[in-house]
């Protein structure tokens, strides 16, 4: 899918309920990873600038028309902060300029990742081209729920995302006029009574843009979110497979230790995948964990400041909100490959009568088994790993930080 042309992604994403709701309703096979329409996705909005798509010189060009109109559009988000009336304007300020350097510095780690992230794209194909007819009703059972699960919550953060856009472009028409963005151009161009064309033209661009950046993190995010979950895919698989390969009484020892080489082949291949992934998503990772710390922080203490006023407080209480879901679903996410990569020597130990096989086949059970006592963890250092552990000191943080400022005020 890595050579997919604009067209061929057009015809993918089209074709995206009909695959979903093939598997929802008639139970069928997964027909692809999930992880194959946002990279779709991605490269319809002209963000995904792999090898093949960049064969085309007018989508290298929009593409960088792309980061260039998202860069402007933060200068003049930055360049209205002095504008400021009181401290809650300010904070409102503040969050969607973390809101928008996060998506900007996302989008530009795409620019320079894409080729490698195609590759870790193809190594969670690794299993259907070990197992291309599997026909375990367990296994499938997993892979129909993993698919349907992802496609779901893309689904769904689409349609929320899509209404959230329209709220913050509506508001600023039912109040009083101004920009659903607090920017500042040259020659007052943002003022409604003085220019009113030029205002109008300024809406419709912030409109445009702000749904194209949210429908890009929302892409961004569910990509890497969903490696973490189709990691722990694997791994549950990998545990299935062990077990169901104890029950195969029938099996000498050459027959078994062919099988069992198999799965400790796929089971490095995850780990290996695990550590590219790692590598491929690095700044992204790193961005993540920092704007979210950031958001969170700011907008619970915007929320407090603005009890007064409802209608203000009720804006921070949604971005809050949308953060604590983003970082949550990254967290648990990372938690069950964390757990479910330490079910593989449980499963390793669960083999039949694996104590009665040979020497040889003996060892390399424990060679998994000792290998899996170090968990799968996705991380970016210095930070924490994604996981409920880490969400949970987070939280902390922000708490301790919101009682800083409290006190300041």
Known sequence: MSEADYKSNVRLVSGFFD?????????????RLVLHYHRACLCLLFIYPNKKMTENSVYRQCNLVILANLTFFLITVMSAIHESKNVIDMGEDFVWIIGISLILTKIFYIYLRADGIDSVIEDFDYYGKLRPHNNDEEILRWQRLCYLAESGIFINCFVLL?????????QPLIGGGDLPFHVM?????????????????????QSITSHHNLMSILQIDLLGIHTFLQTALNLKILCLEMRKLGKFGKLNDDQFHQEFSVLVKFHQHVISTVQKNNRVFYGSFITQMIAS????SMSTFETMAA??????????????????????????AGTLVYTQSMEVAQAAFDIQDWHTKSVSIQRDIMFVIQRSQKPLMYVAQPFMPFTLTTYTMILKQCYRILALLRESM
């Open 293 to 296: 710390f950031a958001l969170i």
């Open 19 to 31: 695959e979903f709701l093939s598997v929802l309703k008639k139970k069928s096979r997964p027909p």
């Open 185 to 205: 151009y040259p020659n007052n161009w943002h003022r409604r009574q003085i220019h009113p064309k030029v205002w109008s033209f300024i809406y419709i661009w």
């Open 307 to 332: 009890a007064g006023d409802p209608k203000v407080a009720a804006k921070f209480v949604l971005f809050m909100v949308i953060t604590f879901i983003q970082l949550s679903y990254w967290c648990l």
């Open 162 to 170: 899509t209404l959230f856009n329209l709220a913050i472009c509506v």
